[in-house]
């Protein structure tokens, strides 16, 4: 199932009134000509606070990191590894739902002239968990570190009046991340998990590593978007290094599949500069498998 945008909003409604705490919001719709009359309240179960909500993204990034190690491992013929993995997500998952927002709607209805009267409560819990919306919680799935290195660099570079120097810095900073606010439709991305994990028992491992890229793109995108794919790529590819130097081929060839795929993706961006800097990884992913084993 989709989340539509109306739902996100009504969603989005939700968690501001959890947020802001233990108010009670009520809203009354009338029907003048038959006497009907609407009052539905939105009453606060569970507040989050701000701390709170850091967890739940940390969690949330995580089950991210862990659908692609899961791909990662499909791509090598791995489905024990895979399973390992969602395993993780199942953790995550827990800590997301033991913590989120929950909302208690009232429904009430009643009609003045034959004195009928219609009430229904419904406890609602918050689906769509932000993944970040700050640099510091997307340490699991960004190279935050490299961001960070270029904003400081750009930083020195303006305070010495060096401003083309900065210039590239801003630029590499920019391609390094791009985003604003990312949610994870929990209820949707658990069952494409469940999914996935019934299909590797099955030893179908193309309809699972399926199911796990349809939880990667129901991925909610509030604004601009998060970290753009020749990021993504590079990132994979530095992986890659890292386990190919420490004689991990396997899971080098997995992040490098994962680095093709974003490069794919950048290859197809109406931008000259980011089909550019895909061809260039593209060169450096073709040398690095090269020397797997």
Do not use: C
């Amino acid at each position: 199932m989709y989340i539509k945008t109306q739902h996100r909003a009504i969603l989005a409604t939700l968690i501001l009134l959890l947020a802001a705490g233990p108010a009670m919001a009520t809203g009354t719709r009338k029907a003048a000509a038959t006497g009907v009359v609407e009052e539905i309240t939105v009453t606060p179960a569970r507040i989050v606070i701000p701390q709170e909500w850091q967890v739940l993204s940390r969690a949330s990034a995580r089950i991210l990191r862990h659908i692609a190690d899961a791909r990662g491992a499909i791509a090598v013929h791995n489905p024990a590894e895979a399973l390992k993995d969602l395993d993780k997500i199942d953790r995550n998952v827990a800590i997301i739902k033991e913590g989120r927002p929950v909302a208690v709607i009232e429904d009430h209805i009643s009609i003045a002239r034959k004195h009928l009267e219609y009430e229904k409560t419904t406890e609602v819990a918050a689906d769509l968990i932000p993944i970040a919306s700050d640099l510091t919680y997307l340490e699991d799935v960004i190279p935050t570190a490299k961001a960070k290195k270029h904003l400081a660099a750009a930083r020195e570079h303006l305070k010495k009046g060096e401003k083309q120097a900065a210039k590239k810095e801003l630029a590499a900073l920019d391609e390094a991340v791009g985003f604003s606010e990312v949610d994870l439709p929990l209820a949707e991305t658990v069952r494409q998990v469940d999914l996935a994990r019934k299909y590797l028992k099955e030893n179908k491992l193309k309809a699972a590593d399926k199911a796990l890229k349809t939880a990667e793109n129901n991925v909610v995108i509030l604004s601009v978007g998060v970290e753009q794919p020749v990021a993504r790529a590079r990132h994979s590819l530095e992986r890659a290094k890292k386990h190919h130097a420490a004689n991990k081929d396997a899971a080098a060839r997995a992040d490098l599949v994962n680095a093709m795929a974003w490069i794919d993706r950048a290859k197809q961006s109406g931008d000259s500069k980011v089909r550019a800097s895909a061809a260039e990884l593209a060169k450096e992913v073709r040398q690095l498998a090269a020397k797997l084993k």
